[in-house]
């Protein structure tokens, strides 16, 4: 993601259903169970219109240029969503002077509600692929690649193992591979060595990598490292270990 970008939030919907092992630990349930409420129950948001609004001003509330995290506390592609997801596309393309970044692990939904001008993919739009294990990532992304997209990268967050994935790393088809630990009380282990392996192999490809996150839980060099969660986005970034061409 370029710098110069600002982040926003937009979630049309909240909830969504677990469904791989990277969801064991989903920090939507964690904090939802924290103030009493069901993930598990998917209901739109009062935000479902927010690209469209606009203030007393008359300009929108999303500003033009920047980045919009899109659907961050459910799954873009969830079944529950089918119904208002061709209303959600339509405010995507209202705004193409914003870029919205799609995160997903159901790629094999991609084309329920995909609309009928999508062609080769709206150019606001990056659509990201969660694959937390070798598992998923041979499941997940020859889908991923065969799909018409026209921006796309590749997240492995929560790295849950070791993943090869140079036959996926194609610089024409992937701007980009994040990689991250897992945060939370019950967070699983995130190797040193696993985020290596992927930095090592997005260099050989010659595709941006980067390390977003340590994780509450790192080993490196045989020892597990307990991080704050203030901590685990800004060791990741003083790692010097993201790249970028």
């Not at 909240?14 to 092992?21: D, E, F, I, W």
Request: aromatic share 10%; net charge positive; proline share 5%.
């Amino acid at each position: 993601m370029d710098g110069e970008w600002v982040m926003d939030m937009w979630n049309p919907w909240h909830g969504c259903h677990m469904l791989s092992p990277g969801c064991q630990n989903c920090y939507v349930y964690r904090r939802d169970r924290s103030v009493g409420r069901d993930a598990g129950l998917v209901r739109k948001t009062a935000d479902f219109d927010l690209p469209l609004r606009r203030g007393r001003d008359g300009a929108f509330k999303l500003r033009g240029g920047r980045e919009v995290f899109t659907c961050g506390t459910s799954d873009f592609f969830l079944e529950d969503a089918d119904p208002w997801r061709a209303q959600a596309w339509r405010c995507i393309a209202a705004r193409p002077d914003l870029r919205f970044l799609i995160i997903t692990k159901r790629i094999d939904r991609f084309f329920v509600m995909l609309p009928d001008d999508w062609g080769q993919g709206y150019d606001n739009v990056t659509i990201g692929c969660t694959c937390e294990n070798q598992d998923r990532a041979a499941y997940r992304l020859p889908l991923f690649l065969s799909a018409p997209i026209r921006h796309r990268c590749i997240i492995c967050e929560p790295l849950l193992e070791g993943i090869d994935l140079r036959r996926f790393l194609d610089p024409s088809r992937v701007e980009g591979v994040a990689a991250g630990g897992e945060s939370g009380d019950a967070a699983r282990v995130c190797s040193h060595e696993w985020i290596l392996s992927l930095r090592r192999q997005c260099l050989d490809a010659g595709v941006p990598f980067t390390f977003r996150q340590t994780g509450a839980r790192y080993e490196k060099d045989g020892r597990i490292f307990n991080v704050p969660r203030p901590q685990q986005l800004a060791q990741a970034r003083k790692s010097g270990l993201s790249t970028r061409y």
